[in-house]
Structure formats: structure tokens, C-alpha cells
């Protein structure tokens, strides 16, 4: 997740999601990793291209990109989102 300090849509994230995300299926399939949006990356990381805005979930499947959410599109959307990106890894979706 990239993040920024001040940003209200994370902090929303974070109130909306980021409480309960550290238990579900998700979190164990998906682990919630915070830099700063302006963090220098780790060099096992690669990326489509560099997040530009904040709330920004990167999955990673073997340190590579596999999709993004780009933005907090609400606590609906974003679970269904979430699974979408970790079928690309998977083949299944988290359960709830």
C-alpha cells in the first residue's frame, strides 16, 4: 500500500478496512506492506510504473506486479477488486 501522510482517503482505508483487513483470508493470501509514496523501493520490487497517487494497493507475486487498486473505491468494491487481483495469482478468490 502506498500511502501518504495527510492523505483522507487513507485514512478512510484505514477506518473503513485496514482495522479488520490484518484478519481476514485476504491479509493471509495478500500481506499488507506500507511505504511511503515517496519511499525509494526495495530493488526486489518491480513495478508496472511508480504510484502516483495515494491509496495505492500493489499485489505482487514474486516481488513482480500483478495488478493495482488505484485510489479507495469503498469498502464494497474494494474486497471485490482485492479478489480479482489475487484470482490472477491463484486461480480462486479469498473467502470471506
Not at 21 to 32: I, M
Not at 47 to 59: D, G, N
Not at 61 to 79: K, L, N, Q, T
Request: glycine content about 8%.
Amino acid at each position: 500500500m502506498f500511502e501518504q501522510e495527510g492523505c483522507i482517503w487513507c485514512a478512510r482505508w484505514e477506518r473503513e478496512i485496514g482495522v479488520a483487513y490484518p484478519n481476514t483470508e485476504q491479509a493471509a493470501r495478500a500481506p499488507l506492506t506500507r511505504f511511503d509514496l515517496r519511499d525509494k523501493l526495495p530493488d526486489d520490487i518491480s513495478l508496472v510504473r511508480r504510484a502516483h497517487i495515494t491509496p495505492t494497493f500493489v499485489l505482487l507475486s514474486d516481488g513482480a506486479e500483478v495488478g493495482r487498486i488505484e485510489g479507495h473505491p469503498g469498502g464494497d468494491f474494494f474486497w471485490f477488486l482485492l479478489d480479482e487481483l489475487i484470482k490472477k495469482t491463484t486461480g480462486t478468490p479469498a473467502e470471506n
